[in-house]
């Protein structure tokens, strides 16, 4: 913008005489002077105010890909800069989503938790070179990987409290294969050994608030809580409508969300729930909250929900997408990330609403 004011100014001195054969510059009086660059300042300011007002809330980021279209199912970052995503390949930034470099190809990952910039968890289960299971975790931002497996199981969420605690959640069979019952696993040395504890139905998501406390939701929207780090798991309640994903800011608050256009808040630990009006019956497949008064919640056809009250009104944002949406992450208030099918990556630096 400088460079082209200048150029103009410049012109305008050789090619506009005044009268006496003056140029605009030597004809101008202090007091013109000032009015023009008055003018200029305002129209520059204008320029940018409407920038900013037209400016989308939700920018598109682009993946490091062999695959043009991969499926994303969750995203998780441990701060402004350093996150991952995972689905039909492991992607990772360092700079708050400008790039995404592709860490690995294999498909079928449905559990992501980023503990520090270099120490990251991954889980999911699909026919591999492993067996079924996906479980892995690297200790230098994805340089390299650490495989385990278990062909018997099929995990769908991870969350790590600090590096040596940790959970892992899901199935003890693949799906389709039959009945099956859940499975939460715990590690309290960093993965080195496991702990399983079995629970009557498979595991959606896990959500821990502390070292002790944590819910887990299950295929039969049940609600269950550890007090004792997940050594045992205590049904709290079962949801009538089918429940995607839960999340809680302490032992008492929390929310789940499910079909159709279901977001359900408990004060009580996960015993009784309230509904909330989210003004769609579309599925809404992730919800996130950074405090008790704001979250976020995804879903089917790009549909994206803000609430700023603790979900006693809800409205939807505007994001250039139609895709299901299967993952929400916020660092704070400002910093956040939503992904999806076809390799649907979004970002916002300021909360998800136009400025």
């Known amino acids: ?22 140029h605009l510059r030597s004809g101008l009086r202090p007091i013109h002077l000032l009015a023009v660059f008055a003018a200029t300042f305002a129209l520059m300011l204008g320029v940018a105010r409407t920038a900013r007002a037209t ?20 995203v998780h970052f441990v701060d402004r ?3 991952w995503a995972v689905g039909d390949g492991i992607f990772h930034t360092n700079d708050c989503g400008a790039t995404w470099k592709s860490q690995s190809t294999q498909s079928g990952l449905y559990g992501v938790f980023a503990i ?9 289960g699909a026919p591999n070179e492993y067996g079924r299971t996906l479980f892995a975790n690297t200790r230098n931002a994805g340089w ?7 062909g018997a199981a099929l995990f769908s969420d991870v969350e790590f409290i600090e590096h040596d605690r940790g959970w892992v959640s899901g199935s003890n069979s693949y799906w389709g294969e039959g009945p099956a019952s859940g499975i939460i696993l715990r590690t309290m040395d960093g993965g080195s050994t496991w702990a399983t504890s079995t629970v009557s139905s498979p595991v959606r998501a896990i959500d821990f608030v502390s070292g002790s406390t944590g819910f887990a939701l299950d295929d039969r929207a049940g609600v269950m809580r550890t007090v004792d780090g997940g050594r045992t798991w205590i049904k709290r309640s079962t949801i ?43 599925g809404l497949n992730a919800v996130r909250f950074v405090n008790r008064s704001t979250g976020w919640a995804v879903g089917d056809g790009g549909v994206v929900l803000k609430t700023s009250n603790g979900g006693r009104t809800w409205r939807r944002l505007t994001v250039s997408t139609t895709s299901t ?7 704070d208030a400002q910093y956040g990330w939503i992904v999806g099918d ?14």
């Open 1 to 22: 913008m400088e460079e082209s004011l200048a150029e103009v100014t410049s012109e305008s001195r050789l090619q506009s005489p005044l009268a006496g054969g003056r």
């Open 55 to 74: 400016s989308p809330a939700w920018v598109r980021q682009s993946l490091d890909a062999t695959s043009t279209s991969p499926g994303l199912n969750r």
């Open 81 to 83: 800069y350093n996150g």
């Open 116 to 124: 520090d910039a270099a120490f990251t968890w991954v889980a999911g």
């Open 144 to 150: 390299t990987w650490d495989w385990a497996h278990d």
């Open 240 to 282: 009538a409508n089918p429940m995607n994903d839960i999340c809680f800011v302490s032992g008492y608050t929390g929310w789940a969300v499910g079909y159709p256009g279901v977001i359900l808040r408990t004060g009580n630990g996960g015993r009784t729930w309230s509904r909330q009006r989210s003004g769609t019956t579309k």
């Open 325 to 331: 949406l299967h993952s929400v992450w916020f660092s």
């Open 342 to 355: 076809s390799g649907t990556i979004f970002a916002t630096t300021t909360g998800g609403v136009s400025r």
